[in-house]
């Protein structure tokens, strides 16, 4: 049944442009977990809806218009300064405004093109199951990109992601640090929305991560776990949309769902690992202290 | 200029004549002094004294208005590989995304660019360097786990894997129960001797110290004064300091400042 299904042209590409998308949400999610900005991703999503549907109304990709926007954003939110951290008011106003932006674009674009709203639902839950292979080869040089630039800041971001005072001290340039990522961020939602769409996004950046997280505290394993578990969720996912196809359950809600269930799972097993070693600790002290 | 005079341009510290400002308010004038290698000093004072400013000054975060300030015989700049400084207010983002090793690894290679990959050579040098401040047996444990004594080792690890000349400590002494600061002094003072390496170490209160610095920097009221405890930490030279009368009492082997706010 499983060779069935991956026969298929449609699932291969499906499956492909899951893993792709897949593995850069998992690693940048490591550091937008770290840096707590989550929400700065929920932000992102909706400035690539405003972005896609834009290049809908101009007749350009949307991949372009999304890219477009969120490095925008992300320069106007890297003007803010050193750190997106606890900014929930300017995000929160951006998301909103660029949601509206977005809805204005679609309104416009149905009504003038007489075409229905498809592409907009497309943007919104994703179009996993009409991928072609031009979305992947879209998808996968924005997601190479991102993972290179990811590779090359790793060190110094990681530092003032935990550390920033330290960072600060041994010469990080937080600043442009901090747009630098912003930047990564913006090309990875632009995948993510255009394989996945706006409301998944966000869960396969987010929840992987923070489960990894939760389970060691060694950044390099934190992080291939989150691909780990970002792909698993997105495969296991698209298996079980494709294995019940007569009822049609969009592959949305089986990714977001899986993503839910595996941070779930993440805090009940730290909740048994934790408070055994913090013990530990604590007796440790007692003892040589 | 006598040969002696330019020896003491290279020391780690070198002060002549210097004036700080802040926002149009004067903060120090006519700081003079030298720190020499191997040397623990303490910076003493108020709060908004320019403690921290002073050690801004040797970062080259800031300039001063007038005088001469030499690093190792040169002006300060950004990011002196020389220099070790261990920040106050660390917030350890993330306590259970890392590991002690790691944090401490940070201070090797965290602000290179590149992934980074890792290596024995590597690894020895974080082993050596939590090794040098007793905290090897937590290396593995989450950064979140750990007492306030035992991230300050760290710190310091983090600081000294860089093999620094001089390291300036902001309030590492802050929040740390007694005991604890205690072991952080002795650590230091250890390090001092067998680094050969200047340490300046910024705090509210001398007495945790007092067994171990060599020589204090006290700043009041824009002015300073620097040397032994015993010689600068008196009635007399507080007063003048302070420009108002201050006493100091000694009483079970430690001393308190009266008459002004510490």
Not at chain 1, 76 to 105: C, N, Q, T
Not at chain 2, 91 to 105: E, K, P, S
Not at chain 2, 227 to 242: C, D, H, K, N, Q
Request: proline letters at 4%; glycine letters at 10%; one cysteine or more.
């Amino acid at each position: 049944m499983l060779g069935e299904l991956c026969s298929s042209q449609i699932m291969a590409h499906a499956f492909i442009g899951g893993a792709i998308v897949s593995v850069v949400a998992g690693s940048v999610g490591y550091f937008l977990v770290l840096r707590a900005q989550a929400f700065v991703a929920e932000a992102f999503t909706d400035i690539g809806f405003a972005g896609a549907t834009g290049a809908a109304l101009l007749g350009v990709g949307s991949l372009v218009g999304m890219i477009v926007f969120s490095l925008l954003a992300a320069a106007g939110l890297g003007m803010l300064g050193k750190r997106v951290r606890g900014r929930d008011v300017e995000v929160g106003m951006v998301l909103s405004f660029a949601l509206g932006l977005g809805v204005l674009f679609l309104s416009i674009y149905s009504r003038t093109s007489g075409s229905h709203a498809m592409s907009g639902i497309n943007i919104l839950f994703g179009s996993m199951l009409t991928i072609n292979s031009t979305d992947i080869l879209a998808a996968l040089a924005t997601c190479a990109t991102a993972l290179g630039a990811l590779a090359i800041l790793y060190r110094p971001l990681l530092f003032a992601s935990v550390d920033p005072a330290g960072a600060e001290a041994r010469g990080v340039p937080m600043r442009a640090l901090s747009a630098a990522f912003l930047a990564i961020v913006a090309l990875t939602t632009a995948a993510c929305v255009l394989l996945v769409g706006i409301l998944l996004t966000a869960s396969l950046l987010i929840a992987p991560a923070a489960a990894a997280v939760n389970l060691t505290n060694r950044p390099a394993r934190a992080i291939a776990l989150s691909v780990a578990a970002a792909v698993g969720v997105t495969w296991v996912g698209l298996i079980l949309t494709f294995a019940g196809t007569i009822r049609h359950l969009p592959a949305g809600f089986y990714i977001s769902a899986l993503a839910a269930l595996t941070y779930t799972a993440s805090l009940l097993l730290r909740k048994r690992l934790r408070p055994v070693r913090a013990f530990e600790r604590a007796h440790l002290d007692r003892e040589t202290g | 200029m006598s040969p002696e005079s330019v020896n003491r341009r290279q020391l780690p510290v070198f002060l002549r004549n210097v004036r700080i400002g802040f926002g149009g308010r004067l903060i120090q004038d006519e700081m003079t002094f030298t720190i020499e290698d191997g040397e623990f000093i303490a910076v003493l004072g108020p709060n908004g004294a320019g403690k921290t400013t002073l050690l801004k000054l040797l970062l080259g975060l800031i300039r001063p208005e007038a005088g001469e300030v030499l690093v190792f015989g040169r002006r300060p700049s950004r990011g002196n590989p020389k220099i070790g400084y261990a920040p106050q207010f660390r917030t350890l983002d993330a306590n259970f995304a890392v590991r002690a090793r790691d944090l401490v690894g940070f201070g090797l290679d965290g602000h290179r660019w590149g992934p980074g990959f890792p290596s024995r050579k590597r690894r020895r040098l974080v082993d050596a360097a939590l090794e040098e401040v007793r905290a090897s047996e937590y290396a593995e444990a989450a950064v979140g786990e750990l007492s306030g004594g035992e991230k300050q080792r760290l710190s310091l690890a983090q600081v000294l894997i860089a093999n620094p000349g001089l390291v300036l400590l902001d309030e590492p002494l802050a929040n740390l129960d007694i005991a604890s600061a205690l072991e952080i002094v002795s650590l230091v003072g250890g390090l001092c001797a067998s680094r050969k390496v200047a340490v300046m170490l910024v705090t509210h209160d001398i007495n945790p110290l007092l067994q171990h610095v060599d020589r204090v920097v006290y700043m009041a009221n824009a002015r300073s004064a620097i040397g032994a405890p015993e010689t600068v930490i008196t009635r007399e030279t507080l007063s003048s300091l302070y420009n108002h009368p201050v006493e100091v009492v000694e009483a079970m082997g430690k001393k308190f400042v009266l008459g002004v706010e510490t």
